[in-house]
């Protein structure tokens, strides 16, 4: 049998104060994925754009292709690169958060749940943080 709920006309957004550390691991489990299918279909566009010089080696050397002169542009950019280390903490904590909830559906650890959660979280940050100089090196501001 069915129950229902009245939740009335308007939904309450004061609610994610009362969200828990398994609400937040899910909400940001579900963005990181979104966030890496959008980054495949433009990472997929982009290398669209390589099928003009394939095979033509002194387009490529030349630099007249399109897509070396498009990576190229793109590379020199301070958001792009601001970009690829926004990329690397999405992925990092994904990977993170999937391992995490591979360890709770195997029964592993489901007590820490919450402590995993932060882990994951820390870690992310301290593997992003510890990527910025790579990625800003060679890049004006």
């Excluded at 939740?7 to 579900?30: C, N, Q, T, Y």
């Excluded at 926004?86 to 360890?103: P, S």
Aim: cysteine-free; glycine content about 10%.
């Amino acid at each position: 049998m069915s129950q229902s709920y009245n939740r009335g006309l308007i939904e309450d957004f004061g609610r994610w104060k009362e969200f828990s550390a398994g609400m937040w691991a899910w909400i940001f489990h579900k963005f990181t994925g979104w966030m890496l299918i959008g980054y495949l279909f433009t990472h997929i566009a982009v290398l669209s754009t390589s099928l003009g010089a394939a095979g033509n080696a002194s387009a490529i050397q030349a630099e007249t292709d399109v897509y070396t002169t498009t990576l190229q542009g793109l590379e020199g950019l301070f958001l792009v690169r601001l970009l690829e280390v926004g990329l690397l903490a999405v992925a990092v904590f994904h990977i993170l958060n999937g391992l995490r909830l591979l360890m709770v559906d195997l029964g592993v650890g489901l007590e820490a749940q919450d402590k995993s959660f932060y882990a994951s979280l820390v870690l992310t940050g301290a593997i992003t943080v510890a990527s910025v100089p790579t990625f800003l090196s060679g890049v004006s501001l």
